[in-house]
DNA sequence: CTGAAAGCGCTAACAT
DNA sequence: ATGTTAGCGCTTTCAG
């Protein structure tokens, strides 16, 4: 077993102070060349690598960012975090990830954990039942205790911190008016709940392309998918609502706030035999896998998890490495980009 | 700004040594039960909380565990992240993430990195490129410095670690088995380079099913899908290669390693208006997304990915507690299972 | 029962 | 040019 060598050590063993040997690694003029040579030259031989550890004692700075997500097993989520990790690690930083599996209690521990572990910074996007809580002392508390916190995708607007969403409502208009533009009136929209604001501003964006063509929104034409304990469940409460809806409506066109949303929507209407996009047509948001690999695949409003990954990092960075002012906060807005494929 | 109370600042505060206050703290029975409750009260009125960077410099344990995996954005590698998460958690463990991207180099990064931080031990998935390379100095290193490691999935037999695997030739062999017993004789094999040891165990399973049905392999309906810079490129390599198959050959089931493989397949079939699974039936390993959501859906070989997490979190949690030898290796093996659906 | 002091590995102000 | 020392926050041994 391989011992790491110390400071101390190497001073021991070159009789000279510690302090000598810390200012000759740094390179530092105040100690003769030679001396300094001999000991670089040491210090490699025996792979000298300075203890981190130490060093964010002394520096009160470890380094780290921390992640907290409502859950990682979800297409855009793991985009966002890749491209977290990719910045991060490029500019010196790790990542330290912690799930809150959209529970509020869980994610209030995971930010104790986190400010525990003394990370620099984190970046969050809120868990469901928070946002339905409508309860955020724990980021609050954070930001007081100096720790900057960038918030992504699902966000709240009065929070002292830097922010990075996407055009929801704007982008669900122009699906919806796409929808439109294809003649088709009877737009279904699958929603999550009215807390979630990320649905909500779909919903808003939905109904605002109606108004604008005259369209009367039919309410029972607005799926607001329940929250249940597994996807699973939620997925068979969403189908046997649409199955339900079918039967008494007509429906031409389907909105989905996310592709999950969508593909069991596809999934129902093959099983009853309707043809997609000629009868119905579907526009999802989510630009992921399912979207692209059933068929017909999924035309999607894509969010550039890649893109709001990186600008949530650069955000909370610059900060960090005092680039930006500590007390100054700026919200990045991603434009969303709708990617045609067969499904409209 | 909240700044955090130290032991120092309390002793100050109530006019006694900071090692009363520390014993006090921990309950000591050295310490007398008044001063000791009225420190205890006044560290949690002012919500003390010791630094553990401090403890991590004193302990030589920072109660963090460092995860390298080939991608998160993969269904089967974000299912196990997750797991991990959620036992390390459990445990009191924080979890730092890093991503190799297939690259020996990132990998042998993303070690000394998680070294330096001074993890306490790691889990690990081995790239691509390192297991062609075939060099694995860095994990030996990593080892040689006290650092327990655990691999998962892609593994190397001789390295003195815990593994978790997936019987994965047996997995395969049933699967092809399944497909023999079915009637279908002419398998076409989906699987990637050889040096991928998983892929190639999965070759092999398939290659005894036939053996023992008296089947004659042909090496033209084996297709290995060559590595490129994008899943994209791969992908389009798979289906040209397919497309010429087809022609030339007749096929009435296939089996891919993988699902993007046999995603890819499907839509490939679809556009030759191959009726799936009437005229060709499909089953494949990784039981994600893309499995559940295509049509018809496809029958899967599930790899459990949440016990591997699972597993190979425990393994290293035992070891770094102590419950376990630190020279005794064990490999456990996952049983995959089949999950029948629409393709088979 | 309480406190002083050393030490984990490192830095930096301050001697010499 | 090199060394001494204090200190980051904590634990723990040893003294009082």
């Given at each position: 077993?391989?011992?790491?060598?110390?400071l101390k050590e190497i001073a021991l063993e070159l009789n000279v102070s510690i302090s000598t040997v810390?200012?000759s690694?740094?390179?530092?003029?105040?100690i003769g060349?030679e001396t300094?040579?001999k000991i670089?030259?040491f210090a490699?031989?025996?792979?000298?690598?300075?203890?981190?550890?130490?060093?964010?004692?002394?520096?009160?700075?470890?380094?780290?960012?921390?992640?907290?997500?409502?859950?990682?097993?979800?297409?855009?989520?793991?985009?966002?975090?890749?491209?977290?990790?990719?910045?991060?690690?490029?500019?010196?930083?790790?990542?330290?990830?912690?799930?809150?599996?959209?529970?509020?209690?869980?994610?209030?521990?995971?930010?104790?954990?986190?400010?525990?572990?003394?990370?620099?910074?984190?970046?969050?996007?809120?868990?469901?039942?928070?946002?339905?809580?409508?309860?955020?002392?724990?980021?609050?508390?954070?930001?007081?205790?100096?720790?900057?916190?960038?918030?992504?995708?699902?966000?709240?607007?009065?929070?002292?911190?830097?922010?990075?969403?996407?055009?929801?409502?704007?982008?669900?208009?122009?699906?919806?008016?796409?929808?439109?533009?294809?003649?088709?009136?009877?737009?279904?929209?699958?929603?999550?709940?009215?807390?979630?604001?990320?649905?909500?501003?779909?919903?808003?964006?939905?109904?605002?392309?109606?108004?604008?063509?005259?369209?009367?929104?039919?309410?029972?034409?607005?799926?607001?998918?329940?929250?249940?304990?597994?996807?699973?469940?939620?997925?068979?409460?969403?189908?046997?609502?649409?199955?339900?809806?079918?039967?008494?409506?007509?429906?031409?066109?389907?909105?989905?706030?996310?592709?999950?949303?969508?593909?069991?929507?596809?999934?129902?209407?093959?099983?009853?035999?309707?043809?997609?996009?000629?009868?119905?047509?579907?526009?999802?948001?989510?630009?992921?896998?399912?979207?692209?690999?059933?068929?017909?695949?999924?035309?999607?409003?894509?969010?550039?998890?890649?893109?709001?990954?990186?600008?949530?990092?650069?955000?909370?960075?610059?900060?960090?490495?005092?680039?930006?002012?500590?007390?100054?906060?700026?919200?990045?807005?991603?434009?969303?980009?709708?990617?045609?494929?067969?499904?409209?």
């Amino acid at each position: 077993m391989i011992k790491r060598i110390t400071l101390k050590e190497i001073a021991l063993e070159l009789n000279v102070s510690i302090s000598t040997v810390s200012k000759s690694l740094k390179d530092s003029h105040e100690i003769g060349i030679e001396t300094r040579e001999k000991i670089k030259a040491f210090a490699k031989a025996h792979n000298y690598k300075p203890n981190n550890i130490a060093l964010s004692l002394k520096n009160r700075k470890t380094k780290t960012i921390g992640v907290i997500i409502p859950e990682i097993v979800h297409h855009f989520f793991s985009i966002v975090i890749n491209s977290i990790e990719k910045i991060s690690s490029e500019n010196g930083y790790n990542v330290i990830i912690a799930v809150s599996n959209e529970s509020f209690e869980k994610e209030v521990l995971n930010m104790e954990t986190l400010a525990n572990a003394h990370i620099d910074g984190i970046i969050m996007s809120i868990a469901k039942e928070t946002l339905k809580n409508q309860d955020f002392h724990h980021i609050r508390e954070t930001i007081d205790m100096g720790i900057p916190v960038v918030l992504f995708d699902r966000v709240i607007s009065d929070l002292k911190c830097d922010k990075v969403i996407v055009n929801d409502k704007q982008a669900s208009k122009e699906a919806t008016q796409t929808l439109i533009d294809d003649n088709r009136k009877n737009i279904l929209l699958l929603t999550s709940e009215d807390y979630v604001n990320v649905g909500n501003l779909r919903t808003e964006g939905y109904l605002e392309a109606l108004k604008d063509n005259n369209i009367v929104p039919d309410s029972d034409l607005i799926i607001k998918v329940k929250d249940k304990k597994s996807s699973q469940a939620e997925m068979s409460f969403l189908e046997d609502e649409l199955e339900k809806i079918l039967k008494s409506k007509k429906i031409d066109a389907i909105l989905g706030v996310n592709e999950i949303y969508a593909g069991s929507a596809l999934k129902v209407l093959k099983k009853n035999n309707i043809i997609v996009p000629d009868e119905i047509s579907i526009i999802s948001f989510t630009d992921g896998v399912i979207s692209r690999y059933s068929s017909p695949s999924l035309s999607t409003v894509s969010q550039h998890g890649e893109i709001m990954g990186e600008r949530a990092t650069k955000l909370l960075i610059d900060k960090l490495t005092g680039k930006t002012d500590i007390s100054e906060f700026k919200t990045e807005i991603i434009k969303c980009s709708l990617i045609k494929r067969e499904s409209s």
